[in-house]
């Protein structure tokens, strides 16, 4: 292994037998015993199907994980993405020796801390304070470590005011604070965090990645951070690993891997069920075209949405109106656009075939939005979609501060200064 390689995966897996704890028979277990005295293979590693949690398989066994294959370089900061059930907790519980892998090697240079659960090893009976020294030697801290570093442990955690209260009174946030705190002064060759960031408030997770940050680049140690926040991800991590059912599905720069894991799935296609109007002038297709994300989009990136139009009448761009609006998850509209209030620039003359909106700086946070089409041709419907595409939106560095908005704030995002 490379000097600069502190962590190398090769060829893991992860086999389990659905609702069984085991193999789930004797016969099984003769069969391995079996084939371990002869020297040969596990014969219930050759069966098995792939981790699709919405398909109803065939076998009893299934891969958590399987050929799961790449290297971390000492002072990166890897982000680990996918949807829910793909196998990123399983993976970090095996970086993390929770468990072990069914098949393949693992190879460290170094001590693993891993934040895995909120509160993992805190006893509710007994104080934060001594929480944090039952919990820095449950993840290999000295008592002198410790007692070196607990005052530091509690100013980040931000629960000086509770540290002599059993944390059985603490918040869910709470907890999370002073884990974290714990894990993050361990100060170990490799830090491993899956999702607890979700639990503490914009305040906390700011402070948190802030840590994270500084102990990848200042401290040159290495950080494994799984998350479903796509701004956290791209903030935080230079490289990023897209786990889809169990397999490496794509591993790369954090921007790239963001747009394969954002376009997984059924958005990016028109809708056209429930379309309404005469049909003289239609919409064929849309499209929307990001300078970051392909057709994803992250905040305060310049943005083109591209209506491709079948216009079997040849009707003039004079006799047509076109406006789009776009709504939340919630189905609560955020804006409208309209080439009625802003001028187009194509000639009344020309038969228009595709109707371009350019918007420099995408002002809307991270989520997920729809589009709502309506197209009159002399002041009578034509085409009218509810919901006919549905787009991401990335988090982004909007006021080029370094700093991320929190989606709590806010969906809609302005441009202003403080004097």
């Known amino acids: 292994m490379s000097s600069e390689i502190i962590l190398k995966v090769e060829n893991i897996g992860k086999q389990y037998r659905l609702g069984l704890v085991g193999t789930g028979t004797i016969s099984h277990d003769l069969n391995r015993w079996w084939n371990r005295i002869r020297g040969k293979e596990d014969p219930y590693l050759k069966v098995g199907e792939a981790n699709s949690r919405n398909e109803k398989g065939n076998s009893d066994y299934v891969w958590a994980l399987k050929d799961i294959n790449f290297e971390v370089r000492k ?48 006893h509710p009976e007994m104080t934060g304070r001594e929480n944090v020294y039952l919990n820095g030697a449950i993840l290999g801290m000295t008592k002198a470590e410790i007692k070196d570093k607990i005052d530091e442990i509690i100013e980040f955690s931000g629960c000086l005011r509770f540290i002599d209260t059993p944390v059985k009174r603490y918040s869910s946030g709470m907890k999370v604070r002073l884990a974290f705190a714990v894990a993050a002064f361990l100060e170990p060759d490799i830090l491993v965090v899956d999702e607890v960031l979700a639990v503490g408030d914009a305040e906390f997770q700011k402070k948190a990645i ?21 701004a956290a991800v791209q903030n935080l991590c230079s490289r990023t690993v897209v786990i889809k059912n169990g397999g490496v599905n794509f591993i790369g720069e954090t921007s790239d891997a963001i747009s394969n894991y954002l376009s997984d799935d059924n958005r990016n296609s028109v809708q056209f069920h429930g379309r309404k109007g005469s049909g003289i002038v239609a919409i064929e297709d849309i499209e929307v075209v990001s300078e970051n994300f392909g057709n994803n989009i992250q905040t305060g990136s310049p943005v083109q949405f591209i209506f491709k139009l079948k216009n079997r009448d040849k009707v003039k761009r004079k006799d047509i109106r076109f406006d789009f609006r776009i709504d939340d998850e919630k189905g609560q509209r955020i804006t409208w656009l309209s080439d009625f209030v802003v001028s187009n620039k194509q000639s009344p003359d020309d038969i228009i075939n595709s109707i371009v909106f350019n918007v420099k700086r995408f002002p809307l946070n991270k989520g997920i939005y729809y589009i709502t089409t309506y197209l009159t041709v002399d002041r009578t419907v034509s085409d009218w979609i509810q919901n006919a595409y549905s787009f991401s939106v990335v988090g982004g560095d909007f006021y080029g501060t370094g700093k991320i908005p929190p989606i709590n704030q806010g969906k809609t995002l302005l441009e202003y200064d403080v004097t």
């Open 75 to 122: 002072g990166e900061v890897l982000g680990i993405i996918g949807k829910n059930g793909a196998g990123k907790s399983t993976l970090l519980k095996i970086l993390s020796r929770v468990t072990s892998p069914t098949v393949g090697e693992i190879k460290t240079k170094g001590r693993i801390a891993s934040l895995l659960e909120v509160g993992t090893g805190f």
């Open 210 to 230: 802030g840590k994270m940050q500084d102990v990848s680049t200042q401290s040159g140690r290495t950080v494994l951070f799984v998350s479903h926040d796509m």
